[in-house]
């Protein structure tokens, strides 16, 4: 079964409003969350990557005052995308992973999200 | 260069066919991990490996840790294993833990 629950799978909200994405680690404690965006047919592209606890660090180009990431425990973490744009629209998805180097990485199922 | 690479970016083949996809890194690392991406979206880890041969059912992940190189090879394959195959290395930069992901193999099994 899953071991990262990610929720709403698919959400549709109208311009200006935000939109919060849930990321729970079921069943292992998740030391570090990522997450990513993905556009059509291409790779994954890593947003930010959040320690619980702390704040989140997020890679270049990426706003952190529109991509709010809290991970305020060790099995739950949102990203709030806010005043959403058109062009915010796009499948992001998380992934966790608990300690130690070669820990294994365990994906969410992703949110397609769609501003009108 | 992008650090890792695979090829092919695109692949069809016929029901039963045996199937390799490759990826190259060239970043120092000591674990490599295979996922696969349904159409769906998900993405399900299939492998992390550092040395030698995994397998998991029709699927065997081989790494050679001193070439840098290593592939995936589905037997037998089928229509449900069409999706995109990907390859990710994690590595460490200025303290920073994160995954460089190769560009994916899209695969589709014709039945």
């Known amino acids: 079964g899953a071991v990262v629950s990610q929720h709403p799978s698919r959400v549709i909200c109208k311009s200006g409003t935000s939109v919060k994405i849930e990321c729970r680690s079921l069943?292992?404690?998740?030391?570090?969350m990522f997450w990513y965006r993905q556009f059509p047919k291409q790779s994954l592209m890593l947003m930010a990557t959040s320690n619980e606890g702390s704040k989140a660090t997020y890679e270049q180009g990426v706003e952190k005052d529109k991509f709010l990431i809290n991970h305020a425990s060790l099995t739950l973490s949102t990203l709030t995308v806010t005043s959403a744009h058109p062009e915010d629209s796009s499948f992001y998805i998380c992934s966790a992973r608990s300690v130690g180097y070669n820990s294994p990485l365990h994906f969410g199922n992703g949110t397609r999200l769609t501003v009108t | 260069k992008n650090e890792v690479e695979q090829s092919p970016q695109n692949l069809t083949a016929q029901e039963g066919e045996f199937i390799t996809i490759n990826c190259s890194y060239s970043?120092?690392?000591?674990?490599l991990h295979w996922l696969q991406q349904h159409p769906g979206g998900g993405i399900v880890s299939l492998f992390m490996?550092?040395?030698g041969k995994k397998k998991h059912g029709r699927l065997i992940a081989t790494i050679n840790i001193q070439e840098k190189h290593s592939s995936l090879h589905i037997t037998a394959s089928h229509p449900r294993d069409s999706a995109v195959y990907i390859c990710?290395?994690?590595?460490?930069?200025?303290?920073?833990?994160?995954?460089?992901f190769g560009t994916g193999t899209r695969l589709k099994v014709l039945a």
């Open positions: 990710a290395a994690p590595r460490t930069t200025s303290g920073t833990y994160k995954y460089i």
């Open positions: 069943d292992f404690q998740a030391t570090t």
């Open positions: 490996l550092s040395s």
């Open positions: 970043v120092g690392i000591s674990a």
